[in-house]
């Protein structure tokens, strides 16, 4: 299925209720989508330091990494403590201002703006649920095997639960605040592997871990 994405996803990420919890550490902050259902955002792991899944992570990156969707920069940071090549994208000023501030590299652009390094990302991430940037997995996909070197690698994280879904939601903050509405996608492991053998990608391993499931692709 193949989804048009929304012309409001980058000032809907730069001036609304998720760029004031960056700015804070904290929430509450919701995706909602039309129906009304509910999705929680986990600010306040975002806005702290690599946790133990996280640490899972960073093990699997070789060569220069990618984080794309990056927000307070918490693995960009990580990855260069550890000595990593590593460079941030995300949409949101203060998300971009956050990494450096924490000692990482971050540009402020979508993924499918021109990008340094292109077809030599040793490892990309997708992590916190960014698969489902601009509701779209396929284009997404497509879009970090051109990124990636020959043989490079994507580390993604899924939905605990069997889902494919892509929906037109909005960020809300619990008091009033909204944000306009963007289409995201949600992705269980199975359906990451259809669209992803879909978009050039092998499966090379799955993990789950501290209650999040992780999927690792190869070029």
Do not use: K
Not at 100 to 129: K, M
Not at 137 to 160: F, I, M, N, Q, Y
Request: one cysteine or more; proline letters at 6%; aromatic letters at 6%.
């Amino acid at each position: 299925m193949t989804t048009q994405l929304a012309e409001p996803t980058i000032p809907t990420w730069q001036a609304d209720p998720y760029a004031d919890a960056l700015r804070t550490g904290h929430g509450p902050l919701f995706l909602r989508r039309r129906d009304g259902w509910l999705l929680p955002l986990d600010v306040e792991r975002w806005c702290a330091e690599a946790d133990v899944a996280d640490h899972t992570v960073l093990a699997r990156c070789s060569g220069p990494v990618l984080d794309i969707g990056c927000g307070p920069g918490r693995l960009v940071a990580a990855l260069a403590a550890l000595g990593h090549t590593a460079l941030g994208v995300d949409v949101t000023p203060e998300a971009v201002s956050r990494t450096v501030r924490a000692g990482g590299s971050a540009l402020c652009r979508s993924v499918f703006d021109p990008l340094p390094r292109e077809g030599s990302w040793g490892t990309i991430l997708l992590i916190d649920g960014n698969v489902g940037i601009g509701g779209d997995p396929t284009a997404l996909l497509r879009r970090a095997a051109d990124l990636a070197a020959p043989g490079g690698s994507l580390l993604v994280e899924v939905t605990t639960a069997d889902l494919d879904e892509r929906v037109e939601v909005h960020v809300e903050d619990g008091t009033g605040g909204r944000g306009a509405p963007f289409w995201w996608a949600r992705l269980g492991t199975r359906a990451l592997q259809a669209e992803a053998d879909a978009a050039g990608w092998t499966t090379y391993e799955t993990w789950q871990t501290e209650g999040r499931h992780f999927v690792h692709l190869t070029r």
